[in-house]
């Protein structure tokens, strides 16, 4: 291992991890048969039943192709998040036909027809082209936010069924305290809010710690509530003030958001409030920054001098058909962070001091991260055959080997509790990894003094001079340290190197950021230009094997900024990646018999995202 001198940085032993919490792995966004977008695309039969059996470590068997399927390592912690809109309503359908109770007899008679020709679709598995089609067309986001839908033309198909949902809600939730099994496995009761006006993604994942007792006072919000992201916020507090729980949202695939995920401000087109960044921090403190559809921590565009930063890029927005991929600021969450910066010294809070997690947004019912042993975003996008999909227009889309074996969130709790888990994501104590389990430790301070990083009480001694990850630093003297910690995943690949990423206002209110590599395997040393030579490639590309004689197990480091400013405010993640190692394309495309995956690349450095540290300017 070699640390970077000139950036003050130190070798330090091999680190202990703490005694004072626990790292939780989990998933906070899955779907199951319960969301109309998954049954429609050939998830019939894995409800929650299978999501917990599978996150729990048991086999279970896949709802498409009908093998036995189970997860590498269990998770610790998972969320149920179907979609509110219809909620159950395509599974009640097709199993229990339509109810026409209270309804006239032309209504009627629609809703019989809609329930033929959506049941004749899915006894045929033909009912991609109606979700396909139930997707909304590109327009004006403020504009389509403002009307009374936000979805597709085909959803004006579907016959009103509150009923369906209301017993959904109600066995998703039963099912959720029925498996919560406190200090072994938490589950969290949750849904999907899929606001998407003008097939813009504003969608939040919402998570409570309340129990089902709580929960059945309350249907889920949805989109056909409010299109408004601080709708959303008002009814949490409304319903948190009513049932005594807590409430998160977390946005996702801020990648597709049109620019509008962390824009500069509301959707309604006026300016951010004392009032509006409040909540948001409130119910936002974190977000997903990685998932199967694309990475949303940066962009080449955005990040020219960033070599890392063209990682599994997801350019489609959800739409019927393609329209151009056009890479703004508000969609990557690192712009965000920056963004944040300048949003606070011109109204004293910041919108966007959020922490980061990763999940899957797996539509199977089963939360697979794992290259080798992912099932893919939909039912559908199992098998090496069905990853490849055809349009008729010629035009590019997504297709199974466009989706990312991603993600994973981190939590670093107390218990393995919903009270606990949740706190962790208040004060934004976690982080995201794109599938391996990378334990990462992260502390800044004005000044460690002399911590023992090979004990485990080195949390307290970090923490007594400095924050976590997640938390806040003012330096008054001197520049801020921080101490960086990474073990790779017991069962997976080594490390290539630590980095941290810092971003910043410079003295006429720019925003800058800079990448530091602060730790790295083997004997590298930087280039003339400063960059750090690649680690290799030891991935085989006939069998998909890779050879852990490089790169190294552990990497850590002590770094002190060597270009800090003082009174210029600031923030620091550590991101942390691995050797290569081979993507499930390659698997796929090796099992075909082919060499190559076509477009899609052979290989993929995973990585570890910690959550920002924030320096205050004074």
Known sequence: MRLLTLAAALALPLCAWPADKQLLWGDTHLHTSYSPDAYMNNNYTADPNT??????????IHPYHRARIQIGTPLDFLVVSDHAEYLGVIRTIHQQGVDTTGLGLWDSL?????????????????????????????????????????????????????????????????????????GEFTTFIGWEWSSMPGAAN??????????????????????????????????????????????????????????????????????????????????????????IKGDSETHPSLSPDDEFADFEEFPFYLTPHYSEYVVAPGDYVRSALKRGLALQREHGRNPYQFGVIGSTDAHTSVSSAEEDNFWGKLATDSTPETKQRDWEDGTPHPDGWTMSASGLAAVWAEDNTRESIMAAMQRREVYATTGPR????FYGAADFGAPDVDSAT??????????????????????????????????????????????????????????????????????????????????????????NSIGA???????????????????????????????????DAIALGREHAGDHPDTIQERAYSSPIWVAGS
């Open 51 to 60: 999501a917990y059996r599978y996150a729990m470590g048991e086999p279970v």
């Open 110 to 182: 629609k809703a019989r027809f809609a329930a033929w020709y959506l049941n004749r679709a899915l006894d045929n598995h033909t009912a991609m082209d109606i979700f396909i089609d139930a997707l909304p067309a590109p327009g004006d986001v403020r504009a389509t936010a403002s009307g009374a839908t936000g979805l597709g033309n085909n959803t004006g198909m579907l016959p009103p069924m509150p009923q369906a949902s209301i017993d959904t809600w109600r066995a998703q939730t039963e099912l959720a305290d029925q498996y919560y099994r406190p």
């Open 202 to 291: 504003l969608h939040r994942v919402v998570l409570t710690d309340g129990d089902k007792r709580a929960a059945q006072t309350f249907q889920p919000f949805s989109l056909l509530d409010s299109m408004y992201p601080e709708d959303l916020w008002a009814w949490l507090e409304e319903t948190s003030a009513a049932t005594g729980a807590n409430f998160l949202a977390i946005p996702h695939n801020s990648n597709v958001s049109k620019g509008f995920m962390f824009d500069t401000t509301r959707l309604r087109g006026t300016a951010f409030d004392a009032d509006y960044i409040a909540r948001r921090m409130k119910f936002e403190p974190i977000v997903e920054i990685t998932q």
């Open 438 to 441: 990378i334990r990462l430790q």
């Open 458 to 547: 080195l949390y307290r001694q970090a923490t007594a001079s400095g924050v976590p990850m997640g938390g806040e630093l003012t330096v008054r003297e001197g520049a801020p340290e921080f101490l960086v910690l990474a073990d790779k995943d017991p069962v997976g690949a080594n490390l290539d190197r630590i980095q941290i990423v810092k971003g910043w206002l410079d003295a006429d209110g720019e925003q800058r950021e800079q990448v530091y590599d602060v730790s790295w395997a083997g004997e590298r040393q930087p280039g003339a230009d400063g960059r750090l030579p690649a680690v290799g490639n030891t991935v085989n590309l006939k069998t998909g094997k890779v050879d």
């Open 553 to 587: 197990p552990r990497l850590e480091a002590r770094w002190r900024d060597p270009d800090h400013v003082p009174g210029q405010p600031a923030f620091y993640y550590a991101r942390v990646l691995q050797i290569p190692t081979a993507r499930h394309s390659l698997l």
